[in-house]
């Protein structure tokens, strides 16, 4: 309530976004004052990153959809860059990574060289604190990369994979899978039948598509991301799953099926779901809010049958 008051001259949509903005820089402010007063904040690395780029804006329809705003109050920029949330372009996966490290870290320094991922993190810190890195995890994909964080030139030698299992829309939306060696990064469907091949030093926005100027580079990052999907594996590891979600009846697959359910939640029966009648009787309820928005493929706030069927295939 104190962050929408701070920020009430602003109309509705973006007021709610200021409010979430703010509440989220308190948050961090109480991080850094418990590190104070702990006496650790000397020696205390603090990261601040997300998992990836802007949610869709919604629009009047998406405003309070079950619980909150929904997509509605989203109204957070890529920066220019190309594809939001779930797209494999940089849009969708470049996100901001701020680092604070007394002593070590130069403040008010910007690196915009430094290709630094998740799978960093581990072997990263652990260099930072001086530990030895799991004995298991030999052969991952993390790199090393402290001497970035201490803000010295730091290149990343393997390659970075990203695969998207949900929706494919245009126009960001369609590679299911990308893949950046270096300054390169290819976009791809499964089968390698499209393909765009961006170089980031030169175009950041993903806006040349320059693959057919370079077959050579197409052809090795092709193979490399295809190797790598080949390593994933094609079900989750039953050692990995909870006793309760295992114990969850299989999902139908089969379009009657899907069409019976969603006839059973059209509870006003206008050929649409929204948010609430999609989350009814829905097991988990803020997965179902998660994977609402990834199938709304013309982002109007709710599903047609279509978008509902082919949510379970």
Not at 21 to 49: E, H, K, M, P, W
Not at 88 to 106: K, Q
């Given at each position: 309530p104190e962050s929408l008051a701070q920020w009430k001259h602003l109309d509705e949509?973006?007021?709610?976004?200021?409010?979430?903005?703010?509440?989220?820089?308190?948050?961090?402010?109480?991080?850094?004052?418990?590190?104070?007063?702990?006496?650790?904040?000397?020696?205390?690395?603090?990261?601040?990153?997300?998992?990836?780029?802007?949610?869709w804006t919604g629009n009047e329809k998406n405003k309070r959809m079950g619980e909150g705003w929904?997509?509605?109050?989203?109204?957070?920029?890529?920066?220019?860059?190309?594809?939001?949330?779930?797209?494999?372009?940089?849009?969708?996966?470049?996100?901001?990574?701020?680092?604070?490290?007394?002593?070590?870290?130069?403040?008010?320094?910007?690196?915009?060289?430094?290709?630094?991922?998740?799978?960093?993190?581990?072997?990263?810190?652990?260099?930072?604190?001086?530990?030895?890195?799991?004995?298991?995890?030999?052969?991952?994909?993390?790199?090393?990369?402290?001497?970035?964080?201490?803000?010295?030139?730091a290149v990343r030698t393997q390659p970075i994979f990203w695969e998207w299992r949900g929706n494919a829309t245009e126009p960001d939306w369609w590679p299911r899978l990308a893949v950046r060696e270096g300054d390169w990064k290819l976009a791809m469907t499964y089968d390698g039948s499209r393909v765009e091949l961006h170089n980031l030093a030169a175009d950041r926005a993903e806006a040349k598509d320059v693959a057919k100027q370079h077959p050579d580079i197409v052809a090795r990052l092709k193979q490399l991301a295809l190797e790598w999907k080949k390593t994933l594996p094609s079900e989750p590891d039953p050692a990995c799953i909870s006793k309760a979600e295992a114990a969850k009846p299989a999902a139908p697959k089969s379009g009657q099926n899907r069409g019976a359910i969603f006839d059973q939640k059209d509870k006003d029966h206008n050929g649409a779901l929204s948010l609430v009648e999609y989350l009814d009787r829905f097991p988990d309820q803020a997965e179902g809010r998660r994977r609402f928005p990834t199938f709304d493929t013309d982002h109007d706030g709710s599903l047609t049958r279509d978008e509902f069927i082919r949510m379970g295939r």
């Open positions: 949509q973006q007021q709610v976004y200021a409010a979430v903005i703010t509440d989220g820089d308190r948050a961090v402010g109480a991080v850094l004052d418990a590190l104070q007063a702990a006496g650790v904040a000397s020696n205390t690395i603090v990261i601040f990153s997300a998992d990836n780029g802007p949610e929904g997509t509605w109050a989203s109204v957070g920029q890529a920066g220019g860059l190309r594809g939001r949330k779930r797209s494999l372009f940089e849009g969708g996966v470049r996100v901001p990574f701020l680092v604070r490290w007394p002593g070590h870290t130069p403040a008010g320094t910007t690196n915009s060289t430094t290709v630094f991922t998740a799978v960093d993190l581990l072997p990263t810190l652990c260099a930072a604190a001086g530990v030895a890195l799991p004995p298991d995890s030999a052969g991952a994909d993390g790199e090393n990369l402290v001497a970035a964080l201490r803000g010295e030139p």
